[in-house]
């Protein structure tokens, strides 16, 4: 299928880019993840056990919103942009319709990601470059923090992961390369998903 048919069935509209340059620098321009590369991603990676997931910068709710429709878990969707994030609910009401339910654990949060407190259950966590590398270290330092006081296995998962966000997590020595898929049809090598794990302690 492409974009707009899988778009279709989960009676969604997620296509399209920003409307104009984010507010705030550091933060960067949505572009919606290709369905194609969710599908290359779970043909090789396993979600961990009891998996709650989060979309970092989740623009208008299409990654939740499948990841929800695949693995009937919790998901989480953050947003700061507000026109977004009303889009972004506006379609998981839309794909609740759809498939005749009054509710589901799909929940959008208009907020600035480095505000979020990460509860005990939260253990991947997705990224499309959606700020900078400042900002992405002040994330994982919470993620790291919140570890310290609730053991787990947490997932990191970088689509088209930027230079600067894998330098740094190589950097950490609590955090191992755990998947590294290239992209089928694609000749950039940053064209690629990348898992890092942090295991139990």
Aim: proline letters at 6%; glycine letters at 4%.
């Amino acid at each position: 299928m492409n974009e707009q048919q899988y778009d279709h069935m989960l009676n969604i509209e997620t296509t399209g880019y920003q409307y104009g340059f984010p507010k705030l620098a550091k933060y960067h321009r949505y572009e919606p993840t290709p369905y194609s590369g969710l599908e290359q991603l779970f043909e090789s990676y396993e979600l961990p056990p009891k998996a709650h997931f989060l979309d970092i910068g989740c623009g208008k709710g299409r990654v939740p919103i499948y990841i929800y429709h695949r693995f009937h878990i919790p998901v989480i969707g953050i947003e700061m942009d507000q026109k977004f994030f009303t889009e972004a609910e506006h379609n998981a009401e839309q794909y609740l319709k759809k498939v005749k339910k009054k509710q589901a654990p799909i929940q959008f949060l208009n907020i600035i990601a480095e505000t979020y407190e990460i509860k005990k259950h939260d253990n991947v966590f997705f990224f499309f470059n959606p700020f900078s590398v400042h900002v992405f270290r002040e994330f994982i330092k919470h993620v790291m923090d919140s570890i310290t006081l609730y053991p787990r296995i947490v997932d990191i998962i970088l689509y088209y992961p930027s230079p600067d966000y894998m330098d740094f997590l190589q950097q950490e020595q609590s955090i191992h390369c755990y998947l590294d898929i290239k992209l089928r049809h694609e000749k950039n090598e940053n064209e690629r998903i990348v898992v890092f794990r942090i295991p139990k302690q």
